[in-house]
């Protein structure tokens, strides 16, 4: 790890931020670093313990004359989102991030950076290790497996904490004060198709691939209309005339949930007859999606490239089936709030598909603010794949974060931040996931901010936080501890 990310200022927090990327995290398989986490504790003679399962709470009293505040709960995340470019050689599961400094950034070469929510992390632990920084009792809460399903929010045991305030510190825009956000539900297909024998006389091979899309957090970003891999790809082979009488061998495009995928690419079996056809299809459908998502996409690529002929592919009627049931199911932004401005109230992202071999996997991810429409669109992303006979099904659902304009930490934070900064923060709810609304179920008198330092990109190999940003974030943390009211 280079030592010019620990020199930037202020480096406490960037010394703990690269100790902290050192330690593999991906959501699900976070033993590494929640022993980190601990150890880290037990260095400092703090006092510690995990529930089952393996949230982590440290404890640290009250500085000199803080006694009499409330306590606060400094809550952030412990795992990351691991996505890559094709072309890097990495394993997010041994190896630590690799970063670096880009101007005014710090960025990772080829991966995510993990700033979401590592620098959260980071700062927490700066609190914890210090000497000489005024705070209340705190109660440091490292959740597990957030950008995975929030399964260490969604049980986090009743007693686990005892703060009256709860400062989340994974809002990724410095001159924000989240106080609310979106819920969400997964929506899980499995389909098992037919194939047929492929025949080489009278058959060949391609293969289509759309990659360099910007991708990006499928909450936060997905208000651009940024192009899914796994739709336009989908666009690229989806005929209902069925003139050119293809069919798929195989698909896979995307990853994880949450991140608006960036590469898909399909193995295609066309009559050689057809072929020629075909292909200039392709090519001519290829460059009219490059100029329309040359905006909001300009590194788009589209290929085709003759490819060896496999031994099946899927029954030309279930192609047809799946191809327009991809081509059915919503991606992208449902509806905008009608209460708030510029803010997304519901959307699907359309985040995994897996065909191959026989069987076929679609992973989606519904988010709202309101529960009745992340059901709804929930059931109408499972809807076209239940005509098919596909098995669909709902998981993982947790509710939103709702605003409450009154909040006194919101009155405290948003005059700290003109004070500190001589303009008004902006506001507002995010259509992100947040804890909080978990959170506040298990603690439903817990009063809740979330603030954070500018991070563009997050969920992506393009994520980045911004040097100053950190700096700003954390003088204005600092300040805010020493304001919490009085118990």
């Known amino acids: 790890m280079s030592d010019e990310i620990r020199n930037l200022e202020p480096q406490v927090v960037w010394g703990h931020f690269a100790d902290l990327n050192s330690v593999p995290r991906p959501s699900k398989k976070e033993e590494k670093v929640q022993a980190f986490i601990i150890n880290f504790a037990k260095s400092l003679n703090l006092d ?3 529930d089952k399962i393996g949230n982590i709470l440290v404890s640290k009293p009250a500085s000199s004359g803080m006694e009499d505040r409330k306590k606060v709960v400094l809550q952030a995340h412990l795992d990351m989102v691991c996505q890559k470019n094709n072309d890097t050689v990495f394993d997010f599961e041994t190896q630590g991030i690799d970063m670096f400094i880009d101007g005014e950034w710090v960025k990772a070469r080829g991966t995510t950076l993990g700033a979401d929510n590592g620098i959260g992390v980071a700062s927490i632990m700066a609190v914890l290790s210090s000497d000489d920084i005024d705070h209340p009792a705190i109660e440091a809460l490292f959740t597990t497996d957030e950008e995975a399903g929030m399964t260490g929010a969604h049980n986090l045991e009743p ?3 005892s703060g009256e305030i709860l ?4 809002t990724e825009d410095d001159d924000e004060l989240s106080i609310g956000c979106a819920g969400g539900i997964d929506t899980d297909v499995s389909w098992e198709y037919q194939e047929v ?8 091979a391609f293969t289509v691939k759309v990659g360099g899309l910007f991708g990006g957090h499928s909450g936060m970003d997905i208000i651009y209309g940024r192009g899914n891999a796994n739709k336009l790809l989908n666009r690229m082979l989806y005929d209902p005339s069925g003139d050119y009488a293809w069919s798929l061998a195989s698909f896979e495009g995307g990853g994880l949930r949450n991140a608006i995928p960036r590469e898909a690419e399909a193995l295609v079996v066309v009559a050689k007859d057809k ?18 998502f040359a905006t909001t996409d300009p590194n788009i690529t589209i290929s085709v490239n003759a490819a060896d002929l496999p031994a099946k592919k899927m029954d030309l009627d279930d192609f047809q089936r799946f191809s327009a049931a991809l081509q059915c199911t919503h991606d992208g932004i449902r509806r905008m709030s009608p209460d708030v401005e510029d803010l997304v109230e519901t959307s699907n992202n359309v985040a995994h598909v897996s065909l191959a071999n026989g069987k076929m996997s679609l992973k989606a991810l519904q988010r709202s603010d309101r529960e009745s429409a992340k059901f709804d669109i929930a059931d109408s992303v499972g809807a076209p794949w239940r005509i098919l006979g596909a098995l669909v ?6 509710p939103g974060w709702k605003l409450d304009p009154n909040s006194r930490m919101l009155g405290m934070m948003k005059a700290l931040y003109e ?36 991070i563009k990109n997050p969920h992506s190999p393009d994520e980045k936080v911004k040097i100053a940003s950190v700096a700003k974030f954390w003088g204005y943390f600092l300040e805010a501890l020493k304001r919490v009211p009085k118990s």
């Open 197 to 204: 024998n492929t025949d080489s006389d009278k058959e060949q």
């Open 419 to 454: 004070e500190l900064f001589k303009e008004e923060p902006r506001v507002l709810a995010c259509h992100a996931g947040l804890e909080c609304g978990l959170l506040g179920q298990h603690y439903p008198n817990l009063e809740m901010i979330s603030f954070g330092p500018t």
């Open 159 to 161: 007693g686990f904490l």
């Open 167 to 170: 400062m989340n510190l994974d």
């Open 393 to 398: 099904e709902h998981s993982g659902s947790y």
């Open 48 to 50: 510690w313990k995990q």
């Open 275 to 292: 072929a020629e056809e075909a292909e200039a299809f392709w090519q001519d459908l290829g460059a009219a999606l490059v100029k329309e």
